[in-house]
């Protein structure tokens, strides 16, 4: 069963929130706005991985946008699975075109159709994840938990290629649909090697006791002033700000729109844009 269901990322919420509150003509909307667009495409990727590895939810517990601090370190994974035998580490990438992984130089390679382009290697920061996750199982007196990760690749589109060893890239990658399979496998190898069942329920709940939301200060990274935020009311209809309060409503000098709760997206998007979530 899924426990812990993935929301719209905090990080893109801010960002949406602190765009719509800054000048049009502001130095830092078009970094801002591809920087959200990258998120969003994450987004949707993580939603359409999310639809195959449900088919699991049958026989293990699924935990969607997990976010740890493990040695005063913040690990995010975009998905941890909890089987009876074993917990799984699932990484989602959202790639067009050609990826190509290079065993011998440990590179990552995206071929749009356009240029190549180098990336950190998915397969280095899957493998930091599942070491992190096995000290914070250790500090939380979980022993012996078998830990595996994989990559998944959400658009069934993206060719994969792999320069050097491609059974080691098969036993971690593959597209989204296959996942589970693989899972599914690495969960009867584990059970017919004598490994002891799990305590799914305690891991299950000391992972949500420890998550935390996945924060970072907008203002900071772009290097926002808080006077350049805009205050004021967006109109629902046509987003300008400057709604007025008449008779227990607001309304729009505008386009003449009236409302009675435009003033909760405000209060949402300044506590967004001004960074007011304090986490470490």
Not at 36 to 46: H, L, M, P, V
Not at 184 to 209: C, D, F, H
Not at 244 to 249: I, L
Request: net charge positive; hydrophobic share 35%.
């Amino acid at each position: 069963m899924v426990i812990k269901r993935r929301q719209k990322p905090l990080p893109l919420q801010m960002l949406d929130a602190l765009m719509s509150r800054l000048p049009s003509n502001h130095s830092q909307i078009k970094v801002m706005q591809k920087d959200a667009a990258i998120r969003q495409k994450g987004y949707i990727g993580e939603q359409q991985v999310d639809y195959h590895l449900e088919k699991l939810t049958q026989q293990k517990t699924i935990l969607q946008d997990v976010c740890l601090f493990i040695h005063n370190r913040r690990v995010q994974i975009d998905t941890v699975i909890i089987g009876k035998y074993g917990l799984y580490c699932v990484e989602v990438k959202n790639y067009e075109g050609t990826i190509i992984f290079n065993t011998v130089l440990r590179q990552f390679i995206r071929d749009d159709g356009k240029e190549e382009a180098g990336f950190r290697n998915p397969i280095s920061q899957v493998e930091q994840q599942n070491m992190f996750m096995r000290m914070w199982l250790r500090e939380k007196k979980f022993y012996n938990v078998p830990v595996h990760h994989f990559i998944a690749i959400s658009e069934p589109s993206t060719i994969i290629k792999v320069e050097g060893d491609e059974q080691a890239i098969a036993n971690i990658v593959a597209h989204a649909e296959h996942i589970p399979k693989m899972i599914q496998e690495k969960e009867q190898q584990l059970k017919q090697s004598g490994r002891a069942p799990l305590p799914v329920n305690a891991l299950s709940e000391a992972i949500l006791k420890a998550c935390q939301p996945y924060y970072i200060n907008v203002l900071r990274q772009y290097g926002i002033r808080k006077r350049d935020i805009l205050l004021g009311v967006h109109c629902p209809k046509c987003e300008r700000l400057r709604m007025r309060r008449q008779r227990r409503s607001w309304y729009c000098p505008f386009c003449k729109q009236t409302s009675k709760t435009a003033h909760m997206k405000a209060f949402f998007g300044l506590f967004f844009a001004n960074g007011c979530l304090d986490y470490k």
